[in-house]
């Protein structure tokens, strides 16, 4: 949340003209600062924690009973935890800490970010599609729900209404052809965009 306000910001301070241009900018603050906060997260844990920057436990195990009183926040500190820590098992610590954002991150992010909205979206479509015959409040309750995790899940609330989504369903209806190309009378004069093509097909 605070690195998509704090995206937000520094996108208004472009003053882009185009909508799209700022939010491909807002899109990209992001995706950095969340690379930042992730790489200086594991930076400090694999060059500061990590490291037997002192001597280490005796017997090289663990031993919560060393004093901390000499740093800043005593028992509560980092570097406490360091000292008390021997290096095979901060070792060990870091290793698995990075099985997660390495190993499980990427399967679940293409599971949130492809399969779950496409399966949103085909929720939403039948409910709003089917069931016209079903009893009303039920009805009612299954477009909610449906609705309701589509808009979580794949729509942007911005451009689909947001509550009134969630009360209304998808708020533009399918495009109607009302009048044909050949049905265009061709005595008409031709139009500037027409004019231009001709001119260019022209030259």
């Known amino acids: 949340l605070l690195a998509k306000v704090l995206a937000k910001f520094l996108a208004s301070l472009r003053n882009h003209e185009l909508n799209f241009e700022v939010r491909m900018l807002e899109e990209m603050m992001i995706v950095s600062l969340a690379a930042v906060e992730r790489i200086s997260t594991f930076g400090v844990l694999a060059f500061v924690f990590v490291p037997q920057w002192e001597a280490p436990p005796k017997d090289n195990r663990v031993d919560m009973s060393r004093p901390c009183d000499d740093l800043l926040f005593a028992d509560g500190s980092f570097f406490c935890l360091q000292r ?120």
């Open 84 to 203: 008390r820590l021997p290096v095979a098992v901060r070792r060990d610590l870091l290793r698995k800490l990075l099985n997660g954002p390495f190993t499980v991150a990427p399967f679940i992010g293409i599971l949130m970010k492809s399969i779950v909205p496409e399966v949103a979206r085909i929720l939403e479509r039948v409910s709003s599609s089917t069931g016209q015959d079903c009893w009303a409040p039920l009805k009612y309750c299954t477009d909610s729900i449906a609705r309701f995790l589509a808009l979580i899940f794949a729509y942007d609330g911005d451009f689909v209404g947001c509550f009134s989504f969630l009360r209304r369903g998808w708020p533009f209806s399918e495009l109607v052809v009302t009048r044909s190309r050949q049905e265009v009378p061709e005595d008409r004069p031709p139009l500037p965009w027409e004019e231009l093509d001709m001119a260019a097909r022209a030259a």
